[in-house]
């Protein structure tokens, strides 16, 4: 028997996924005019293998499989995997890094909605450490035609120094290594653009357009786009008006890397970030603050993905700590 | 006037003007009346009445039994055909005690007698209106006498016509044409407890209505303001309308009434008002009949009339397959339309599978927060829906559980199509279950633990007794042998020779004993034994070292 609420806002899974892969393209349309072709071919590969993986594995689970497939997270997944890695990595790394998301991160942990790790960050981390070299391919914006992306990402021979240059959080944290070294001098190279790396800036604005139409659509909540942006921008600002030669400014963090995509759509990821009000406050701002300690201090030029997985494991503290009060509780606990 | 928001709420379609703009109209009596002898969950009616018997029209056939009972009438005048159990309108579909009246189609009232609430003290208006059967028409049909009684403090008199939920018409109707009655009956209700102004909260969708009560209220000289609200499900949920037009939030398990402020539906002022201008006692109500009918409508009900006869009154379509009572957010599916209408049904939904589709299959939560922010509780309810799926009740009452206030907003807005608050019925009912098995076995334990007790303390008795009984033979015999003593000594008699014989062993036994009774003071230093040497002297003297001295039977604190 049905019990009420007898009617339902026409809202669906499907409904959320498709908005969020909409809120990717306009990213996704200026990566591809300004960096090459080549990334459309590895979201087409990782969209395949991912909706085949969610299959077989729910058909393994004896779970319905046509429901799991058609509500397009597992889309949502492979998009966000192939756009935190190099746009020319050959296929099999993209392959490989989507099952690592699917099966592992996602159905190992029970499927949907159960997952304690952000998927698409696994599988940067996972692959950076396997890869290193493969993983840190970055070519620069219009640097490589079509088809030689395509011959790369298909398997062709990979001359590396000749086809990649550095990224500009490469070349910055490069040329910081040198002893007289000054941001000023650094940001000569020619993998910098206005704020940030050369054309990736403008990835960037697509990324921020796509989460503003989130925002709008009352997918995402502003906490955790706010929290990050404040916390990593906070940070390097602090670092920067201390020794502005040693550091480089707030808006060259926020528009380099993935700063604009893990702003609104990573951290965002509702399943495996914090809940509360202020509990999500909390979260972002903890991956922006580790974000940039790692970036600054840490082995890897690009730290978000660390900083969530860290800020992951905080969650179910963060949640019971931050419960927000309920009604008629506002004052202190009246009961 | 400032009005204060609340958190969450939604906003489902009204579908309200199927029925709004049919004016209220009577419907004629049914064949029988099914008149429960309960007025609302936690009370049934004494009857007072028995098969055969006639009736008039606001005849008390039930009266007010408990603290929380009220009085209940016959709603027509005619015979008393039975009086036996039948189904409730209630999920359930449990039966309860029913007068069924026979109307003999005169509807002849008793004599009505207008009550001057002024001329009698609190308590006798308060007694009155229990006796008129009057309880909230806003659904849960609580006696309005207890919340009266409620007593001093009330500055604010919450008059809710706010009508939230989707469809349901009837106290829209009663606001545009009753609209003195009510605003009289609410002057009432603000004299008994003694309020400084009254606020009628009307959602903003309701313009007539609000029209209608706002003329009313310029008649009157009562502190009163008419208040158009936000349309936002639920702000016609007691505690938010008292939210929204005062500020004040009642957390759960407190009564407006302890915030100073007390909240009455507009159809229960409307009562009120029938029953202290007219003495009329409350034996019928207005109910929305709409939906998936020919002729929705608003329609003045005897309270007891079949469902099924009132709906046969507005033709349902082919296609429908069940009966909703209530709004679509919060009402049940009827188990069976022969139940009657009772005080607190206000809506009768006639729903078919096009109207009310069923549900999409449920998928896994997302964690995706909008249950959280539609939440009108300022709950987490995907974390109560974690903890009651994985049946960790404890962590869900810590939780907050209880303040949920199954308004449905969270169900309505899930994107997985998890019945949400399926989840918390399951996992409130479970949790009401323990506790009344956890209160049946301390019981159990308590009535064990007495017999133990009680089979001890008759024991102790017992031997209490025979060492009585003991003391006393042993008394008797000292007695004796005292006076065998004295004729000894005069008669120097042979025959207690062998008492006297005994009597000296035993004496000499007695001393033995204490000579070799092993002391662990024998190794001590001088001074030590000396010490010890003492104090058993004291004790000798004090006597509280008489091994023979009777142990104390039983301890008086057993006794109960």
Partial sequence: ?335 | MRLFGFHGGVKPESHKSQSANVPIAPLPLPARLYVPLRPNTRAVAHCVVEPGQHVLKGQRIGDAEGVLGTAVHAPTSGIIADIADYPMAHPSGLTTRCVVIEPDGDDRWIERVPFDHRAVDRQTVLNHLRDSGIVGLGGAAFPSHIKLGAGSGIETLVLNGAECEPWITCDDRLMRERAEAIVDGAGILFELIGAKRILVGIEDNKPEAIDSMRSACRATSLPIEVIAVPTIYPAGGEKQLIRVLTGIEIPHGRLGGEFGVQCFNVGTAHAVHRAIRHGEPLVSRVITITGNVERPGNFEVAIGTPIEALLAHTSPRADTDRCILGGPMMGFALPDLRVPVVKGSNCIIAASPKLFPPPPPELPCIRCGACARACPADLQPFELYWFSRSRNFGKAQEYHLFDCIECGCCAYVCPSHIPLVDYYRFAKTEIWARERESEAASQARERFEFRNERQEREKAEKAAKLAAKAAETKAKLAQQAGQEVASDASANATGDDKKALIAAALARAKQQRSTVQPKNTDNLPQAAQAEIAEIEARRQAVGTQNPDAPERASPEDEAR
């Avoid at chain 1, 290594?177 to 940001?187: L, P």
């Avoid at chain 1, 942006?229 to 020794?243: C, D, K, P, R, T």
Wanted: hydrophobic share 55%; with cysteine; charged share 10%.
């Fill in chain 1, 1 to 335: 028997m049905i019990h009420s609420p007898y009617i339902r806002r026409p809202t669906s899974v499907r409904g959320i996924m498709f908005n969020v892969l909409l809120a990717l393209t306009p990213g996704i349309a200026i990566y591809a005019w300004q960096v090459g072709a080549g990334i459309l071919v590895n979201l087409l590969i990782a969209s395949v293998v991912a909706v085949i993986a969610e299959a077989v594995v729910m058909r393994l689970r004896g779970r319905p499989v046509g429901v799991a497939v058609s509500d397009l997270s597992a889309v949502v997944t492979a998009w966000l995997v192939v756009l935190c890695f190099p746009p020319i990595v050959p296929w099999w790394v993209t392959m490989i890094g989507v099952l690592i998301a699917i099966v592992a991160v996602k159905h190992l942990y029970g499927g949907l909605g159960q997952n304690p790790f952000n998927p698409a960050m696994v599988a940067y981390c996972a692959l950076i450490i396997a890869y290193p070299a493969l993983m840190s391919q970055w070519p620069p914006a219009g640097g490589l035609d079509f088809n030689t992306q395509l011959s790369l990402i298909l398997g062709g021979a990979r001359e590396i120094d000749a086809i990649t240059g550095a990224t500009a959080l490469d070349a910055m944290r490069t040329g910081m290594r040198a002893a007289d070294a000054s941001i000023s001098a650094v940001m000569q190279h020619d993998a910098f653009g206005v704020l940030g790396g050369r054309g990736w800036e403008w990835i960037a604005v697509g990324y921020v357009a796509g989460g503003l139409y989130l925002l709008f659509r009352g997918i995402i909540t502003w906490h955790m786009p706010v929290a990050f942006i404040i916390a990593l921008g906070g940070i390097a600002a602090v670092f920067w008006a201390v020794s502005p030669e040693q550091f480089a400014s707030p808006l060259f963090h926020l528009a380099s890397g993935g700063a604009m995509l893990a702003a609104f759509f990573i951290v965002t990821d509702p399943v495996s970030g914090a809940t509360t009000p202020r509990g999500k406050l909390i979260f972002a701002a903890g991956v922006g603050l580790l974000a940039y300690l790692i970036r600054n201090f840490g082995a890897f030029p690009e730290g978000i993905a660390f900083a969530v997985l860290l800020m992951n494991m905080c969650v179910p503290l963060i949640d019971m700590k931050t419960q927000p009060p309920v009604f008629g509780q506002k004052n202190g606990g009246m009961r």
